[in-house]
């Protein structure tokens, strides 16, 4: 029996559906296609090439709540959060192809030259490799401004995602766009390096773990490919003496749980002026336990199963390893009883560096608390990580938190009195081990372009 790929329901580990793994015969022909098509898509004009992202956008609203449901099934998003999702994804589509010519027109540059400006020319067929925890958004926030900058797309999804996968080619097939822009191979990691070294693709982009971003990199430096990365973090939430507590409780919890704890840029370490700790505790403690997880398809379940079963024992090994350290668990950390990759959200509290619930990502619904002594504590302790994806700062004192959020806190995206999330208006990535290069605005989509310097004497 030949290898395939296998989507399973993390609710009951039933299989949903199996995909046979693309031969080297068609992932040829699909990377064939899609330089060609470079050729004829990069001549058309801004407003041709946003017409089809808004035609695009279009086929994704009118089938939103079968993607919605196949995401749900796939990897156990909460219902409402995967329709949210789909929507999010139109509508960034939707903004570079109406931005997109600005953000690419000429610009004028003042030399000793008769005429000289800098023109922003395509790079090619690009190669995006995404993870399962956002089947959808992952994929179309890179394919608009790919597309819009009159590049071609392969997609390289997270394999327990392929029905996911498939139906983004089908949408922008049902969408009437030009054959060859966007297309999916189904394929196992394994075979990623030799797919990066084609001469056809010309550059990629990878949203996954610091381990997978790693040999990406390797293999795409081999070959000297351009790269943007968008890793692993543990992003801290500082909780100064002056926070609204209400406040900081309530997004602090949200930032969280959402996508069931399962995102890159959730909130992940809370750091607490010694000061509030034990009233902040008790108030994120509180309202974790109130937070109801069950069906995913169930409108009143918050959180879903997390992904794999495997991801969820890895998670709790986490857990249980804080605790023999000195952690001290408030509430969850256990593996329910029954089927399911489920995972009550946890509170740990006492959390130290060496522990993991320190020193790691947590890819799931599992709060760390961190006591600082003061603010200058609680800025040493945000940046103590290997990760710099996303921070956020609560204060009362809105100048205050601004000058830590600008210019203390080592991340890509630092927030006051929000929870950190990506805005397809403001440009999105990490530090560190978070990765590098930018997604989303006017930095993101100008990322796979050649920027290229014109003189004219």
Not at 228 to 239: A, K, Q, R, W
Not at 282 to 295: I, L
Not at 300 to 309: K, L, N, W
Not at 421 to 442: A, I, T
Request: aromatic share 8%; proline share 4%.
């Amino acid at each position: 029996m030949s290898e395939k790929l296998l989507s399973i329901n993390p609710t009951n580990g039933s299989v949903i559906a199996s995909y046979d793994i693309f031969d080297e015969q068609k992932v040829e022909k699909a990377v064939t296609l899609a330089h060609k098509t470079f050729d004829s898509w990069r001549k058309l004009s801004f407003r041709e090439r946003g017409t089809v992202l808004k035609n695009i956008a279009k086929e994704l609203r009118k089938q939103k709540k079968y993607l919605a449901e196949l995401a749900t099934a796939e990897m156990g998003k909460p219902i409402a959060q995967s329709i949210a999702e789909v929507e999010k994804c139109a509508n960034t589509l939707d903004y570079f192809a109406k931005e997109g010519a600005n953000f690419l027109a000429n610009e004028v540059i003042e030399t000793d030259a008769r005429k000289s400006y800098v023109s922003f020319q395509p790079l090619g067929t690009v190669l995006a490799i995404m993870p399962w925890n956002f089947p959808y958004w992952q994929v179309l926030r890179c394919m608009g401004p790919i597309l819009m900058g009159g590049n071609t797309m392969l997609l390289k999804h997270a394999s327990n995602v392929s029905g996911c996968a498939l139906a983004i080619e089908k949408v922008v097939k049902d969408a009437g766009a030009p054959k060859g822009i966007f297309q999916t191979l189904l394929l196992p990691s394994s075979r990623i390096e030799a797919l990066i070294g084609h001469p056809a693709i010309a550059a990629v982009t990878l949203t996954g773990s610091t381990h997978a971003g790693s040999k990406v990199a390797s293999a795409a430096g081999s070959h000297l490919k351009k790269l943007v990365l968008e890793l692993g973090g543990s992003d801290p939430y500082v909780i100064l003496d002056d926070a609204d507590l209400d406040l900081a409780a309530k997004v602090c919890v949200e930032g969280r749980l959402v996508n069931s704890g399962q995102s890159c840029v959730a909130a992940k370490r809370f750091i607490v002026v010694k000061s509030l700790r034990k009233e902040f505790e008790k108030r994120m403690t509180e309202q974790m336990k109130a937070s109801t997880y069950g069906n995913p398809m169930d409108t009143s379940s918050r959180i879903g199963p997390m992904a794999r079963v495997d991801l969820r024992d890895e998670l709790h090994k986490q857990v249980e390893a804080s605790i023999a350290k000195g952690a001290k668990l408030l509430c969850g950390g256990f593996i329910p009883e029954g089927d399911g990759a489920y995972y009550p959200p946890s509170v740990l509290t006492n959390v130290k560096k060496g522990m993991p619930a320190y020193d790691e990502e947590m890819f799931g619904p599992v709060a760390a608390i961190i006591e600082a002594k003061d603010e200058k504590d609680a800025i040493r302790l945000a940046n103590d990580s290997i990760y710099g994806l996303g921070a956020a700062v609560f204060s009362k004192d809105r100048k205050r938190a601004e000058m830590i959020a600008a210019t203390e806190l080592n991340a890509g995206s630092c927030y006051v009195n929000a929870q950190v999330h990506s805005d397809m208006r403001m440009p999105f990535g990490g530090v560190k081990q978070s990765g590098y290069g930018r997604e989303l605005g006017e930095f993101g989509i100008r990322e796979f372009m050649n920027i290229k310097s014109v003189f004219i004497h």
